[in-house]
């Protein structure tokens, strides 16, 4: 089977759309949201429609649960809050509907998925160095964990010996662990701003990993026209 996955759409129309367009171009069994389809961008109710039509399976993300209850929101930095406040304000009762019934994890093929972390998802823990990933890899069974969160992609390995590595590239071998970090869809923070995600292929035990440009001047200048903080619109140009 070949799973497409992807993360941290965060309201960018532009960059969820042609996600969906590369993956027109690909033969994927089946498509994993692994949450916060909303926050931070300009069009949450377009992006939940476009997730909702075209994928089958996914995760609530922390920012995603913040637009159902503010609380969860106290946490944010300014530009976060004022954010999850905007996205409240702008979704529809449908959505957030719609929101409430998405689960924290699941499993497919024998790969794991979450948002964040394997170790208590509904604490939106990052996963971000060898020993935040030391952490996570006693909290799933499967071969392969599928995150985002971080919205820098990447890769840990646990081989037989328990040793954690960051793993250079994207080759996936039998009989190793793995966390994969996916990046985002909507938002990168790894220095490059073009959108990112991921096919995993569970027969031949392949990642192909994605990043692609996207029309970002648009999705910045929306983000702008919308009233919500500048740096929001800002920072998806540069990838930071």
Request: with cysteine.
């Amino acid at each position: 089977m070949r799973i497409a996955i992807l993360a941290d759409i965060h309201a960018n129309l532009e960059a969820l759309d042609k996600a969906f367009e590369i993956l027109k171009t690909k033969r994927v069994d089946q498509t994993v949201c692994l949450g916060d389809v909303i926050g931070y961008g300009a069009n949450p109710n377009e992006c939940l429609a476009r997730v909702r039509e075209m994928i089958s399976h996914v995760l609530l993300g922390n920012h995603d649960q913040a637009s159902l209850d503010l609380t969860g929101a106290e946490s944010f930095n300014p530009y976060a809050l004022s954010s999850a406040h905007w996205t409240s304000q702008q979704l529809t009762e449908d959505n957030k509907q719609y929101l409430r019934t998405l689960p924290y994890t699941m499993q497919l093929e024998n790969v794991f998925f979450v948002h964040a972390s394997p170790f208590q998802p509904e604490e939106w823990h990052y996963i971000i160095s060898s020993a935040d990933a030391r952490d996570n890899f006693d909290h799933f069974q499967q071969p392969v964990c599928f995150v985002g969160h971080s919205h820098v992609a990447g890769m840990f390995m646990s081989n037989h010996s328990g040793h954690i590595a960051v793993k250079r590239g994207w080759n996936i071998r039998p009989g190793e662990k793995y966390i994969v970090n996916v990046g985002s869809v909507g938002q990168p923070r790894d220095g490059d701003w073009r959108l990112s995600f991921g096919i995993f292929d569970t027969e031949k035990w392949t990642y192909e990993h994605i990043r692609s440009e996207y029309d970002v001047q648009t999705a910045s200048r929306k983000i702008l026209q919308a009233g919500l903080p500048r740096i929001l619109g800002e920072r998806i140009l540069v990838g930071r």
